[in-house]
């Protein structure tokens, strides 16, 4: 990115809009595979209809995997740790060999975030971040009217923004 003006930037001029997404029928196996795989927190949650419907993240599933498990202090059991960007922090969860052959059998919408934090395409960058620090998160969604998902916006972005203005 050339040195912009940073008044002049919009969501659709930092967003990333090759997003990788699932759909609410996936399961959580293949949502977590995803998200190790491409390196990602979450991933937008897409219906058949092209709509954004949710969010699942890493979190989502370790934590209903702790909520759901009667098997977690079993001697099958394994600390898992993951940097939960919400609260800042590195968290600890008790994953189960058991548990984790039962996300094969848990659909993303059972577990997905359904309340949306978004901005429109043409909302100015400032008001981007602002959101983000008004919500106390660390990714928006950039969505049409419709819900359609043009793409998203994390801190990470704003990152490079500020390494391609020096």
Do not use: Y
Request: proline share 4%; hydrophobic share 45%.
């Amino acid at each position: 990115m050339a040195n912009p003006e940073r008044s002049a930037l919009h969501a659709r001029d930092i967003m990333q809009s090759d997003v990788v997404t699932v759909a609410p029928t996936d399961n959580l196996q293949d949502a977590l595979n995803l998200i190790t795989e491409n390196h990602v927190t979450g991933l937008p949650v897409i219906d058949t209809k092209s709509r954004c419907v949710g969010v699942v993240t890493a979190s989502d599933i370790l934590n209903f995997e702790q909520e759901h498990s009667e098997f977690a202090q079993e001697a099958n059991s394994d600390m898992a740790r993951h940097f939960d960007p919400e609260r800042q922090r590195w968290e600890s969860v008790r994953v189960s060999s058991f548990a984790l052959e039962e996300f094969a059998e848990v659909p993303v919408s059972e577990v997905m975030t359904r309340e949306l934090i978004s901005v429109g395409p043409d909302v100015s960058a400032s008001q981007v971040a602002q959101t983000m620090l008004d919500e106390e998160v660390h990714r928006v969604l950039v969505l049409d009217g419709d819900q359609r998902l043009f793409g998203i916006i994390t801190a990470f972005d704003f990152v490079r923004l500020w390494a391609d203005l020096k």
